[in-house]
């Protein structure tokens, strides 16, 4: 029974291991960093910050369009503006591939990492295709969860630990939390692939709700889909498997005893894993509260709300209503025919200079990598004048595409974006 006993702690301390090194560590190490780049609060970020994401980042796939001598670099990374993933171990990868992505361009294709806490790889890409077929951006899926998901990693840490000193039966019980671990990750990621192929707005081309590929390989459009797990499913699997043994072997162990009087030894360990605990989780508080992520999540849910339907009378059509319906649709299928070219024609631009990771994610998709046009008008060459008119003009017409992109940009982005347009004639 001894044996059983004690082996029972040594599986929990490895599931704990795994658990703190995968997910704990780096989830609320880099906790707020992503969120202070984006302000422009740089110099916030703590020192600590930088080696511990270099640390993780090794071996990981990062964006093909980050160049060599910044890879694995975070400050560098930071200063010229490239995309940058959480370094928690990913733990579904959906990639995609199509004609119109060379492979001399991307090799990969388009891989997307999902993460407890965010994402990683080639999301900007993902969310141009996104952009184009109606789809709210990536990181809008699991918003809650994601802001939600380093806090739970904590007091998961603390059940194990607590498992492993107290022989509490009440404690035991709540191991079933992280046995079921990889089953809880697959049904929340598998109701927000629901979500997003429901959840479709006005997009440059039309496609019907679907059910995105949770598992294998599909087709969406054009594209063809590739879903499967990493190497963070399968740190979760160890620790259900972990967690599960040792169960087995405590429960059998402590059979038919009541539960043991915990020793003083074993309350002082108890103390400090909890105070541990706790700071941690105030610290991802004040953190929170400092980047005002209350506001930001809020503003990335507006921006896909459903509009209100206006309630119409439907007439059957006349012959010639419904020639005319007719002819209408075969003029949207060329229109959308050209949008594709011009989705084709603008997929693997590395561009020919930098551009701020606003623009990226707001403008290009549209308009170019650097305003050069693709299924939006040339910006390359505007003046800061015309820029603002423009803006004008669509806000008061309200036009769909650019509303849903402007409404979750503040005025000092707007400007900013539209100060950096203004110079791309002279670069």
Not at 22 to 42: A, C, N, Q, Y
Not at 84 to 91: D, E, H, L, N, T
Not at 242 to 269: E, G, Y
Request: hydrophobic share 45%.
């Amino acid at each position: 029974m001894k044996v059983a006993y004690w082996l029972s702690k040594i599986l929990t301390g490895l599931a704990l291991i795994v658990l703190m090194y995968g997910f704990v560590v780096p989830s609320v190490g880099f906790h707020g960093t992503l969120e202070r780049i984006k302000d422009g609060k740089v110099g916030d970020i703590p020192a600590y910050v930088y080696p511990l994401w270099n640390f993780y980042q090794k071996d990981r796939y990062i964006s093909i369009n980050t160049p060599q001598k910044v890879r694995g670099d975070l400050k560098k990374m930071i200063e010229i503006s490239e995309e940058i993933g959480v370094p928690s171990m990913p733990v579904w990868k959906f990639s995609l591939e199509a004609p119109n992505y060379p492979k001399e361009a991307f090799p990969y294709g388009l891989p997307v990492f999902i993460h407890f806490d965010g994402l990683s790889g080639e999301v900007h890409e993902m969310n141009t295709i996104n952009h184009y077929v109606g789809m709210a951006h990536m990181e809008r899926g699991g918003i809650y969860e994601r802001a939600l998901a380093p806090y739970a990693l904590i007091m998961l840490a603390l059940l194990l630990a607590l498992f492993m000193i107290y022989d509490y039966k009440w404690i035991d019980f709540l191991m079933a939390i992280p046995v079921l671990l990889p089953f809880l990750f697959m049904g929340i990621y598998g109701y927000w692939l629901y979500w997003f192929g429901h959840t479709l707005q006005n997009g440059a081309i039309t496609i019907k709700p679907f059910m995105p590929i949770l598992l294998g390989d599909g087709k969406v459009a054009q594209f063809t889909t590739h879903a499967y797990p990493v190497i963070g499913f399968w740190a979760l699997a160890s620790i259900s498997a972990l967690s599960l043994a040792a169960w087995i072997f405590k429960v059998k162990a402590c059979k038919n005893q009541v539960d043991r009087k915990a020793t003083l030894l074993r309350h002082v360990l108890a103390a400090f894993v909890v105070i541990a605990s706790l700071s941690a989780g105030l610290y991802m508080l004040i953190t929170d509260i400092n980047v005002n992520i209350l506001a930001k999540i809020s503003a990335i849910v507006g921006t896909t709300k459903q509009k209100p339907v206006t309630e119409v009378i439907v007439q059957t059509p006349s012959v010639n209503t419904q020639e005319a319906i007719e002819k209408e649709r075969e003029a949207e299928q060329k229109k959308q025919a050209l949008k594709v070219k011009a989705l084709e024609d603008r997929a693997g631009s590395l561009g020919k200079f930098k551009v701020s990771q606003l623009y990226k994610s707001n403008c290009a998709p549209c308009h170019g990598v650097n305003g050069e046009g693709a299924m939006g008008t040339k910006l390359l060459g505007l003046k800061q004048d015309a820029m603002v008119q423009k803006l004008l003009d669509y806000k008061q017409q309200q036009e769909e595409m650019h509303i849903a992109v402007l409404d979750h940009m503040s005025k000092e982005e707007i400007q900013s974006v539209i100060d950096e347009i203004s110079r791309f004639e002279d670069r």
